[in-house]
């Protein structure tokens, strides 16, 4: 009986030994991959690349598109960091024993009022982009549009539900 339980418990070891050494292996092994020297992440493809391609556009449109890209992302920049600001701000009152409503109130209508000018300024560069397509282009923009807005709300669903 003795000589059975120390075979299986010297199997289990020997087969916990090797998979922790293919585990090994395999992290080893995925940190040596080159990665996309436009995407330091590694995930994918640069999304205006993959944009391009999906929509086969012309030089012009390539151009265009990046030039209304750059201004949109110096003008809405600056939003995002006074939302964030904000934000801080906000959650930074919870080390309070005693917080006014009417504060608590103020701070989350500047959350929304700041998160509100940069939402309308992406829906106007998104308009503006999708002015430089022909009819084709544009009903594959608007439905790649459609994905990339769901996915982004399903990207803060899921690291919400891996906080629970």
């Known amino acids: 009986m003795k000589t059975s339980t120390t075979k299986i418990l ?3 070891v020997i087969l916990l030994l090797l998979v922790n050494i293919a585990m090994l292996i395999f992290m080893l092994n995925r940190g040596k991959r080159p990665h996309d020297a436009k995407n330091p992440r590694g995930k994918g493809n640069d999304p205006f690349e ?3 391609k999906e929509l086969n ?3 012009e449109q390539r151009s265009t598109h990046l030039k209304l890209r750059d201004e949109y992302f110096n003008s809405v920049r600056p939003l995002f960091d006074s939302v964030r600001t904000a934000k801080e701000e ?3 009152l919870i080390k309070e024993p005693n917080v006014n409503e ?3 109130d103020s701070f989350a209508n500047r959350i929304a009022e700041r998160q509100f000018a940069a939402d309308k300024l992406t829906f106007e560069h ?3 982009v999708r ?3 022909n009819p084709d282009q544009q009903k594959k923009y ?3 549009v459609i994905k990339m807005i769901q996915r982004s709300g399903n990207k803060r669903r899921d690291s919400a539900d891996k906080g629970k």
């Open 90 to 92: 906000f959650f930074g």
């Open 131 to 133: 002015a430089l397509y």
């Open 10 to 12: 010297t199997i289990a």
């Open 50 to 52: 993959m944009l391009a």
């Open 57 to 59: 556009m012309t030089d």
């Open 102 to 104: 009417r504060l608590v």
């Open 126 to 128: 998104f308009r503006r």
């Open 142 to 144: 608007d439905e790649l």
